[in-house]
């Protein structure tokens, strides 16, 4: 390693560490309390239906000093249960409180506000990963043209995402129907995901998808969550009823009546292009690497 890279690897290492430690506040409306850190799906009756000897394998960022000659950025590793799948967001009065509803043993997948719970976890969590970003690239040596494209992109996210967190806000108070879920019960496997993407096809609607973004246009999108249960598999897809798309509606049902091959392939395509924050159990991992489904 050169004293050239060297020196900005330390300076990434140390942003990162600073966005570790760093005190974030509470993402309920109008509470400062510190955040703890927040499981998007619950250790106990969801994740531990997947871990083994306490442990999984999750997407993670991977050290700046792994990075050499490497173009991605994005490992998949092994943690602890106690570790996987969680982030600052909330506090801990607003954890419990806000969340009981989906915390216990026997959930139901098919109720409106369950449904809410899980994709607003689900969109604060999108929230404060731009967050991070941008404290990331405001302490990180790159050229300023640079900075300013991807704190840009960053920024204009993290607008629609909040414009989303105040619909479900008010939807969770005060249900009008504003989204459409679809909940799906298959078989186990042993995987687990948490997520929310924008969501367009690469034709006329790629177009009019950078236009809406230039224009300020809120971008549709889809939240997901991938539940496992001791004996199936629970997915609850959805969107909102004001931004959606034709091709939007048609991935979500997309997901309706697969085989386990289907399925499988349908959930690896996710984890590889859609969202971030997933896993699955140490033994399925080495599944998917012995069949090339997954790096």
Not at 237 to 265: A, M, P, R
Request: with cysteine; charged share 25%; glycine share 4%.
């Amino acid at each position: 390693m050169d004293n050239e890279y060297l020196e900005i690897a330390n300076k990434i290492d140390e942003v990162e560490r600073f966005v570790e430690k760093k005190k974030w506040p509470c993402l309920c409306p109008n509470c400062q309390k510190a955040a703890i850190n927040s499981h998007l799906l619950q250790r106990n009756g969801i994740l531990d239906n997947v871990a083994e000897n306490g442990h999984l394998y999750e997407a993670r960022i991977k050290d700046v000093y792994r990075r050499i000659n490497d173009d991605e950025i994005v490992e998949i590793k092994k943690v602890g249960i106690g570790q996987a799948i969680s982030y600052p967001l909330f506090c801990s009065e607003h954890d419990s409180a806000l969340f009981k509803p989906i915390e216990g043993k026997l959930i139901d997948f098919d109720d409106y506000h369950s449904q809410l719970l899980f994709s607003y976890r689900s969109l604060c969590s999108e929230i404060r990963k731009k967050e991070f970003n941008i404290e990331r690239y405001n302490g990180t040596l790159i050229e300023d043209n640079v900075k300013f494209e991807l704190l840009l992109g960053e920024k204009l996210g993290l607008e629609d995402l909040r414009y989303y967190k105040g619909v479900f806000e008010t939807e969770i108070v005060k249900p009008q129907n504003k989204f459409t879920f679809l909940h799906l019960t298959y078989p186990f496997i042993p995987v687990f995901a948490s997520g929310t993407s924008t969501y367009f096809m690469f034709d006329d609607t790629f177009v009019n998808f950078t236009e809406g973004i230039q224009n300020g246009q809120i971008i549709d999108c889809f939240f997901i969550n991938i539940i496992p249960q001791k004996n199936s598999l629970e997915i609850i897809i959805g969107y909102n009823n004001e931004h959606t798309n034709d091709c939007l509606d048609k991935f979500t049902q997309s997901w309706k009546n697969l085989s386990t091959n289907q399925l499988l392939n349908k959930i690896v395509d996710l984890f590889n292009y859609s969202i971030e924050s997933w896993g699955m159990s140490p033994s399925f991992y080495k599944r998917l690497l012995e069949k090339k489904l997954i790096e």
